[in-house]
Nanobody, 115 residues
Framework: VQVVESGGGLVQPGGSLRLSCAAS????????MNWYRQAPRKEREYVAF????????NYADSVKGRFTISRDNTKNTGYLQMNNLKPEDTAVYYC?????????WGQGTQVTVSS
């Protein structure tokens, strides 16, 4: 079982990035996918989640209206589209997969928003 994030980078304020989360080794796509982030010297915080059939999504207030979570079960990949990025969005972004009661984490991808 493996969860791998990609797509991070350096972007100017107001810019956009799309993060990807590739999940492999799971017996099915019946899992909830979550995004969290951790800024320097801060606790890890929740960003968004999406259910297995994409029927339900949820966002932290700090990203609502700017970020969109989605997934493609045919590719076993989830996405976090981030628009209108702000310097306070700078963090390491982590994907996690909740499957059969167990939570699996990726290694994280760095997002830096700076001019």
């Amino acid at each position: 079982v493996q969860v791998v994030e990609s797509g991070g980078g350096l972007v100017q304020p107001g810019g956009s990035l799309r993060l990807s989360c590739a999940a492999s080794g799971f017996t099915s796509s019946s899992y909830v996918m979550n995004w969290y982030r951790q800024a320097p010297r801060k606790e890890r915080e929740y960003v968004a989640f999406i259910t297995s059939n994409s029927g339900t999504t949820n966002y932290a207030d700090s990203v609502k209206g700017r970020f969109t979570i989605s997934r493609d079960n045919t590719k076993n990949t989830g996405y976090l589209q981030m628009n209108n990025l702000k310097p306070e969005d700078t963090a390491v972004y982590y994907c996690s997969v909740l499957h059969l009661g167990r939570l699996y984490w990726g290694q994280g991808t760095q997002v830096t928003v700076s001019s």
